[in-house]
């Protein structure tokens, strides 16, 4: 039997780093440490520790990660963006609350861009608030849209989350490319339909009428981009490339359509994005290569064999677990960034899922979904301090304008727990 002392050092080992603001990687790598140093802890062997962490940053498909990082950006500033959002406002036309419309529309197409909520909100959210604000929307609407229409990103593919849950789970990530189309659309269409209420409940405008000649020009000014996710995703599913492979495809594509279409880089501006990239590389594998190590640390403590013995004898309902995993991921997602929360709770979690014999692919669409609403989540809901710098509206006008932006999210979520087939009924067409 897990001794419960253990498992609460674990725990608060290290959410107390957290809490302190020690940098995500220094705090799984600081409670891994004290771990060993507790008298209940295991024996320091810097060998083992080396040799986790390298293990954990060594792989090949972990290339995928800042390529499709360097894609995103490329595409956001080499000028794709504003094009994007005006195809979009063509499309939706002169529906009431228009811009709110066009605001979930442009994340759901950027999000074949980045794949990352932060880099949705933080690159159309500026355009979109903006937009909005000059229309007469008021500012908790308009932040709040912008915010809950960001964590499509991470469902629609590429997205960066779903390459470390492949990753760690071993499972494919073109399947999980493909399961997160359904439930990415199904994410917009309710957002769309609170949109739609609120809109005739305020008496938000409309916007401009639709045409054909509209549409046609702004799709023609886009199409360069649009085709971004068509290449990633198609070249995916017949098979001319790996998601890794697509990623590098991406990135030479993103910069050709920067440099020569949209003009929007310059040589000083492109070093600038590589050498970011770079550096929040250099951080994102890091973190992975020590939480390698802390996820070997919860196994040799027999944590994630007292977390199925204590599951089953809840339920082996796989409906009931799934459910229960989603309250806790819930919790979990409101206090750790994303990116630490995968590599901590995958390992831990694989073993659950496959004792009730859940998808593993299936639950990666619910796992990510479920961490990105934290990001939404206070206290340390990631994009709603990005949503305050890019904006002139505090967290805590943020946070109770969101209030109303939760329904369709937790409802969304709820539809894709209880018809999982809703979810792999595209991806098994490709298997």
């Known amino acids: 039997m897990v001794d419960a002392v253990l498992i609460a050092a674990f ?60 894609a995103g950006r490329l595409m956001n500033e080499g000028g794709a963006t504003e094009p994007l959002f005006d195809f979009a406002r063509a499309l939706v036309g002169d529906v ?55 964590i499509i990103g991470p469902i629609i593919p590429p997205s960066l989350p779903l390459i470390l849950y492949g990753i760690l789970a071993g499972v494919s990530i073109g399947q999980l ?105 250099a951080a994102l594998i890091l973190i992975v290569g020590i939480a390698n190590f802390y996820g070997y640390l919860l196994v040799i403590a027999g944590i994630p064999q007292a977390l199925v013995t204590t599951v089953l004898g809840i339920s082996t309902d796989p409906l009931v677990v799934t459910l229960l995993l989603v309250g806790l991921l819930l919790v979990i997602g409101t206090m750790l960034e994303t990116i630490a929360a995968l590599t901590v709770f995958v390992p ?16 990666g669409i619910v796992m990510v979904l479920t961490l990105m609403i934290g990001l939404l989540t206070p206290p340390f809901g990631v994009i709603l301090f990005v949503l305050e710098r890019i904006t002139d509206v505090s967290v805590e006008r943020i946070v109770r304008a969101m209030g109303p932006f939760y329904v369709p999210l937790f409802l969304s979520l709820l539809v894709i727990v209880l018809f999982p087939k809703a979810v792999m009924w595209l991806p098994r067409l490709f298997v």
């Open 11 to 70: 725990v608060l080992a290290l959410f107390a780093y957290f809490l302190l603001g020690v940098p995500v990687a220094y705090a799984i790598g600081l409670a891994s440490l004290t771990i060993m140093l507790l008298p209940i802890g295991m024996d320091i062997n810097y060998t083992i520790a080396g040799s986790r962490i390298f293990q954990g940053m060594n792989s090949f498909v972990l290339l995928a990660i800042p390529f499709f990082m360097l």
């Open 177 to 281: 490319f493909i399961a997160g189309i359904v439930p990415g659309i199904i994410i917009g269409i309710s957002l769309m339909l609170i949109v739609t209420v609120m809109a005739h409940r305020r008496s938000y405008p409309g916007g401009q009428p639709r045409s054909l000649s509209r549409i046609a020009a702004t799709f023609r000014e886009s199409f360069p981009a649009l085709l971004t996710p068509v290449i990633i995703i198609g070249g995916i599913m017949v098979g001319v490339f790996t998601p890794t492979e697509s990623a590098v495809v991406a990135s030479v594509y993103a910069l050709a359509i920067g440099l020569f279409w949209y003009e929007g880089l310059t040589l000083e501006r492109t070093y600038y994005i590589f050498r970011s990239t770079f550096v929040d590389t």
């Open 96 to 150: 009431r609350a228009a811009t709110g419309h066009v605001n979930i529309v442009a994340s759901m197409i950027f999000s074949g861009m980045t794949g990352v909520a932060v880099a949705d909100a933080a690159g159309l959210g500026t355009i979109e608030y903006k937009a909005m604000k000059s229309e007469g929307y008021d500012d908790g609407f308009s932040v709040a849209i912008t915010g809950s229409s960001s």
């Open 348 to 363: 831990v979690l694989m073993p659950v899922i496959e004792a009730v014999q859940i998808d593993p692919v299936y639950f």
